[in-house]
């Protein structure tokens, strides 16, 4: 049989093994077929690749960690041999065999290692660390160990890093069963997650941090926060996260909890194709009775609005929405001809809105997960060319019934009044739909070029019932609340990143790196809806004619009561942010080493924003019928939002047969406020200088100043409100010592100063009604900047690959930072943003990363980490505050907070198996923290806090054969309430109470 005959047939038995295991998906959806034949035609593809194999890897200077730029790696005994790239990296093409492997480098020790098998099509990883030729010690030989660990790559990137900082590997986010971002970060130390998707890092809200995508600044899809949503970045894509905590000039200045960058995937060594699908089953919600909202888009599974559930374009064409006045059914009565097209276009727009106020039931399908990527490297013009492609799509259902959400009000005594008392059912769908693209061109070893796009959509769609008491607004003691809403958020982000990086041999290998990026982010919201109604439950005591009834009968009454709630109205909000972004680095080495190096960088950042908000109000036009009217439906609530009841629903004729006047029914007023709609822009200029020294054998100093020059615009559509314009030049000095007890153990001491700027939304003059809480949120257009004082110290220990041992102690002093309050003298409750005079923050922070193999070594396939944060805060409460809550309660004595956010203890622990033999590993996490200030209340009343919430996930995973792996994870098996509460006088008082259930997800991973 001819050779290539017989490869081809080896490799279709391989497929036929690989057609078999995917019978597992008995759906075989068409998105799982059509992936399934690229992966069938690329394995076809590859089998025409040369028989050869691979080695690689990375040299590095074993005491300083940093890569060795044109390193020789030759094969003994021959020519054949390559040199490192800028990155430190090198690749040789080998036909398959056992090979010593040398290196060669001027003022660097030869390194050999002997007999490295190359085996076909198959990558061998190996890594060089070379000793200085000033150290005596003979050459090395060291037998071969092919170790792939990348958890060991995080701790070093730790280890030689110029500051402080915590990591997750790709490799922790598969071993722990972390779906996103915003999960992963529950491992890292000192790090909070707010509302699933927002991070607070050392006890810092979203304000205080920076999320990064490659080293570029990542755009908020949320008016109202400062960080990216980190939910929306699934973790297939990502290669690691490293959380920086301490300031250097070439960082971004305005942080101060963390800087997160976020690496994702970059394209593999040899041809690389992998197809995974999970589904999940959640106790409370999969299979059961599901809240949704009436219209259903097309693509709402991939997070896509669709056509259906946008607004009318009636609606915002010319002219139009100038006429929906609460006195437009005046005019659009009246029988004159001259009214006839006022009328008709009443009648169409009143007509025109989607009326779906009331939730539909279904019944909730499994969560489940697709995730294909596929990658090579091959030559261009004898260059090499790389790339990497991933597309997720990911599909989630949460529900819970009977929640506790209540609001409370401190009237000066034993317990607090229940202002409003209600029992919730909420429904969430979420779907997701993510793509990531890298290409990557080597110019030659010491010249590339990268590019990335990352593109993801995601929606949450939410359906929410209540009912119970509403004592402090609705009159009739008797009367029963109710209230039915549902939403539509789409989030949309599209990153294409330029990025490149040269060095220049002449001088001493000086690097310049180039980066550009463009960010255009969206959120849309095309129909918020809002149904309040009440109900009294009666005895009827009469039948319809008349006669007393033996048993009294119970009925419910239903009626909207306008002068204590608002009619039922619909929200279109729109946002979107244009980003550019440019910056340049440069780093050149001084002295006859070259260890000594000076750094100097520019940066630029543009970010644009369009923000709109309109409401409309279904209102009764006076003079409604009664057969119109809202009680006469009794409960019907889809008959009473029908069509028929909208716009012109009758004429009233004279005796002669002549119209006399046309009976207008609802109709929908414009209600939007101008003020509500801003642009605001943001444009940052940014240099800096710094200096790398080693000082002494031991001692490195890294230290400089950044300058940067801000200007900020919000403009309301509202003209008479003045513009809000800001300029900041802040001059950030920084400097880190770090001192190297030795080769494993450092002591770092950092100290700097960082700014963080209010947000857009912050500066608008905009007014937002919080539906859920019944307050304004409010912009304060005189907002200054925060300026922050940082002190780090860190003692770090690795003892060693993969283990880590670290203390560190902060302590960080706030000038004019910005926090939410009341306004005392509004009639109707506003929040509004404020600067403080100052504030402070300090913490400690341990973790623990090591190996179990020093007990016993049958057990060196066990590791456990850990991390344990300590955080305390304060600010002084404003004095207008403080006076205006003793009025109401004269035994009322709190005079500071801590920040937003802030738990006074973080704890993770990972309990982790890990078995290359045999394919198998697992882990077992838990996570918790303490009590965290969510939210301020009005005067007096408590603060409401979120309760602790212990969270134990588990995840095991086996590979079987070559292409194979089966995963099962269990989340949440504690399944705790998720509780918000006020304390008062000794007593708790639940603003919010309730579970979301326990996961178990099967998954199953094709890996060629």
């Known amino acids: 049989m001819p050779k290539a005959l017989f490869i081809s047939f080896k490799k279709r038995q391989d497929i036929q093994k690989l057609c078999l295991a995917f019978q597992f998906n008995t759906q075989q959806t068409v998105m799982n077929k059509i992936l399934f034949s690229i992966t069938l035609l690329l394995f076809t593809i590859n089998d025409l690749k040369s028989q050869t194999g691979t080695l690689s890897g990375k040299i590095t200077d074993s005491k300083t960690g940093e890569t060795l730029i044109g390193v020789t790696v030759y ?20 036909t398959p065999g056992i090979y010593d492997i040398a290196t060669s480098y001027l003022s660097y020790k ?61 490799e922790q986010l598969a071993k722990t069963g972390s779906s996103n971002v915003a999960e992963s970060l529950k491992q890292m130390t000192g790090a909070n997650i707010e509302d699933g998707k927002y991070m607070t890092m050392r006890g810092l809200g979203d304000r205080y941090s920076i999320s990064q995508l490659n080293g570029l600044n990542m755009a908020s899809t949320d008016p109202y926060k400062n ?63 599901f809240k949704t909202t009436p219209e259903k888009s097309t693509f709402q599974f991939l997070g896509f609005k669709g056509a259906e559930r946008e607004m009318n374009n009636l609606i915002f064409e010319p002219g139009v929405l100038e006429t929906m006045t609460k006195g437009a059914y005046l005019d659009a009565r009246k029988v004159d001809e001259k009214f006839d097209n006022f009328r008709a276009n009443f009648n169409k727009v009143s007509k025109s809105f989607k009326n779906g106020y009331v939730p539909k039931n279904k019944t909730a399908p499994i969560n489940y997960n697709i995730n294909f990527s596929l990658g090579n490297k091959f030559k261009l013009f004898k260059k090499d060319l790389g790339f990497f492609i991933a597309v997720n799509h990911n599909r989630d ?87 039915k809403s549902m939403e539509f958020i789409q989030r949309q982000t599209v990153s294409p990143q330029l990025f490149s990086k040269h060095i220049f041999p002449k001088l001493k290998n000086a690097e310049l790196e180039l980066a550009a990026s463009y960010t255009a982010s969206k959120q849309d919201e095309p129909g918020l809806r809002y ?123 004279n005796a002669s047969g002549e119209a006399i006047r046309y009976i207008p029914g609802y109709y929908y007023v414009n209600n939007t406020i101008p003020r509500n709609f801003y642009t605001g822009k943001q444009t940052v200029f940014a240099g800096y200088a710094m200096g790398i020294f080693n000082i002494t054998k031991n001692l490195k100093v890294v230290g400089g100043l950044r300058t940067e020059y801000t200007l900020m615009q919000a403009t ?32 770092r001491l950092s100290g700097s100063r960082t700014i963080v700027r209010p947000n857009l939304r912050e500066i608008a003059p905009f007014e ?84 179990l193999n020093f007990i016993s070594p049958q057990i060196k396939e066990l590791s456990v980490s850990a991390n344990f ?117 000794g007593e708790n008082f639940y603003a919010e109470k309730y579970q979301v259930g326990r996961s178990f997800i099967i998954g199953f991973d094709f890996k060629f």
Do not use: C
Request: hydrophobic content about 35%.
């Open 531 to 653: 149904f309040a109604y009440s109900t009294v439950i009666d005895s009827v005591y009469f039948d319809a004619n008349g006669n007393p009834l033996e048993t009294p009968l119970l009925d419910t009454v239903y009626s909207i009561q306008n002068s204590e709630y608002q009619y039922p109205f619909q929200f279109v909000r729109q946002l979107k942010d244009q980003q550019y972004q440019a910056k340049a680095d440069f780093t050149l080495p001084i002295g006859k080493t070259g260890i000594n190096k000076i750094k100097m960088g520019v940066y630029f950042s543009s970010l644009n924003r369009d923000f709109r908000e309109y409401r409309f109000q279904s209102t009764p036009s006076p003079g409604l019928p009664l057969s119109s009217g809202f009680t006469t439906y009794n409960g019907n609530f889809d008959k009473f939002f029908s069509s028929e009841n909208y716009g012109i629903i009758d004429t009233q004729f």
């Open 110 to 170: 030869k390194e050999t290692k002997t007999a490295v098998e190359i085996k076909l099509n198959q990558v061998t990883a190996l890594n060089f660390f070379l000793e200085s030729e000033a150290t005596e010690i003979k050459e090395v030989v060291i037998e071969t160990k092919r170790v792939r660990n990348t958890d060991a790559a995080i701790i070093s990137i730790q280890r030689k890093s110029y500051v402080i900082q915590d990591g997750i590997s790709s």
């Open 227 to 289: 960080s990216s949503s980190l939910d929306i970045i699934p973790s297939s894509m990502i290669d690691n996260i490293v959380t920086l905590k301490s300031f250097t000039p070439d960082m971004p200045g305005s942080f101060a909890g963390g800087l997160l960058n976020i690496t994702t995937k970059s394209f593999p060594d040899k041809f690389n194709v992998s197809l995974s699908t999970s589904a999940g089953f959640n106790t409370q919600t999969t299979f059961k009775n």
């Open 768 to 851: 937002q009604f919080d539906t859920k809480n019944g307050f304004f949120l409010l912009g304060n257009p005189n907002l200054k900047r925060t300026s922050i004082w940082n002190v780090d110290l860190r003692w770090d220990f690795f003892p060693r690959s993969g283990e880590l041992i670290a203390i560190s102690y902060y302590y960080k002093h706030f000038s004019n930072p910005i926090f939410k309050q009341y306004n005392p003298g509004a009639t109707i409750p506003e929040l509004q943003f404020i600067n403080i005079k100052n504030a402070f923050i300090t913490g400690i922070e341990i973790e623990f990363r090591k190996s």
């Open 716 to 747: 309301s559509q509202d003209t008479s409100l003045p513009i809000s314009n800001s300029k900041f030049l802040d001059f950030l000095p920084s400097l880190n010592f770090i001192y190297s007890i030795n080769s494993k153990m450092n002591i």
């Open 869 to 985: 944060a300590y955080i305390y805060s304060r600010y002084n409460i404003p004095e207008n505050e403080i006076a205006s809550s003793s009025f109401v309660d004269s035994g009322y004595t709190a005079k500071t907070r801590p920040f937003q956010g802030q738990s006074p203890y973080i704890v993770n622990l990972i309990l982790a198996y890990d078995n290359d033999k045999i394919g198998l590993k697992s882990a077992l996490s838990f996570n918790i923290s303490g009590k965290k200030l969510y939210n301020i209340a009005l005067f007096a009343t408590p603060d409401i806090y979120e309760d602790i919430r212990p969270m134990l996930n588990f995840k095991i995973s086996k590979t079987f054969g070559k292409y194979f792996n089966v995963s099962f994870a269990a989340k949440n098996l504690i399944n705790p309430y998720f509780s918000r509460i006020q304390t008062h006088r």
């Open 397 to 483: 259902f949460q529900n819970y019934q009977n929640a506790s959400i209540n609001t409370y009000i401190n009237l000066n005594q034993e317990a607090l009044f229940p202002y409003q008392s209600l029992s919730e059912n909420r429904s969430v769908e979420n779907g997701q739909l993510g793509a990531l693209a890298n290409l990557a061109y080597k110019l030659s070893n010491n010249h590339t070029i990268t590019f990335n796009v990352l593109y993801n959509n995601d929606a949450e769609i939410s359906a929410r019932e209540q009912s119970g008491g509403y004592t402090g607004q609705v009159s009739d003691t008797r009367a029963i609340f109710n209230v």
């Open 75 to 94: 094969i003994v005994g021959s020519n054949n041999g390559t040199t490192t790239d800028l990155d430190g990296n090198y690749n040789l093409t080998l």
